[in-house]
């Protein structure tokens, strides 16, 4: 069963600091990962995909990596700002045996906090 | 504008009066699901929809129900709602199950039971 874990689970930078948020996963047998954030009472906006074929992605100030092998992503924000503020998920998604299904697993979420 | 939403955002009742929380998404996706979050425990899948009649259970499907007679809505069904239902409660879609797509999550629906 894939479990997915998120360290530390706050964190707080002054603004204009780099951040760098972990996941790591225990199932490598992913067809993606995904990073979304989440502010407090609204729903998950997606920020970046990866696909399990690909080792990163970039979205302005975002950049996320991959590594199957090692079963870990890491989310770097470049520049913090104040309205970065906000909790961070990452999400493993896994095909079902036959039937393809797009379940997400999630870790507990990195809440991060940017202090001007 | 592309977005899911879900109804009620908000929903006090009392044990054992059926509920429905209803989801609908405007992008003609094929693949729909309910999670519930709870404090320690993360997201997790309550059931999934891979198109127009074909649903299956989640991890956590005790106590729910959904349809899916139309591509675009989703509903979930409380028959008897506890206590230990009380959760926020999101949908998701997307283009297709297979593995490759970002998922658009609905605003959240937040479920008390007394």
């Known amino acids: 069963k894939q479990e997915v874990t998120q360290i530390p689970a706050a964190l707080s930078v002054p603004e204009g600091e780099n951040l760098v948020l972990n996941c790591s996963f225990t199932?490598?047998?992913?067809?993606?990962l995904q990073w979304f954030r989440q502010d407090p009472g609204k729903g998950l906006t997606s920020l970046l995909l990866?696909?399990?074929?690909?080792r990163e992605q970039t979205s302005g100030r975002l950049n996320a990596s991959l590594d199957k092998s090692s079963g870990r992503s890491t989310l770097y924000i470049a520049a913090s700002q104040p309205g970065d503020s906000a909790t961070y998920l990452c999400?493993?998604?896994?095909?079902?045996?036959?039937?393809?299904?797009?379940?997400?697993?999630f870790g507990g979420g990195t809440r991060v906090l940017v202090k001007p | 504008e592309a977005q899911v939403t879900q109804n009620p955002r908000y929903l006090i009742t009392v044990t054992g009066k059926k509920l429905t929380v209803t989801c609908s998404q405007n992008m003609n996706h094929e693949y729909m699901s309910w999670y519930r979050q709870d404090p320690g425990l993360g997201l997790r899948q309550i059931y999934y929809?891979?198109?127009?009649?074909?649903?299956d259970k989640g991890d956590v499907p005790e106590g729910y129900k959904v349809s899916r007679k139309e591509k675009r809505n989703f509903p979930l069904i409380l028959e008897s709602p506890s206590p230990n239902q009380t959760s926020l409660y999101f949908c998701?879609?997307?283009?297709?199950?297979?593995?490759?797509?970002?998922?658009?999550f609905g605003p959240g629906t937040r479920l008390t039971v007394l």
């Open positions: 998701a879609s997307s283009t297709t199950g297979g593995g490759t797509d970002t998922q658009y």
């Open positions: 199932d490598s047998a992913i067809y993606n």
């Open positions: 990866i696909q399990s074929s690909q």
């Open positions: 999400a493993a998604s896994e095909s079902y045996i036959k039937a393809a299904g797009n379940k997400l697993t």
């Open positions: 929809s891979m198109n127009v009649e074909v649903t």
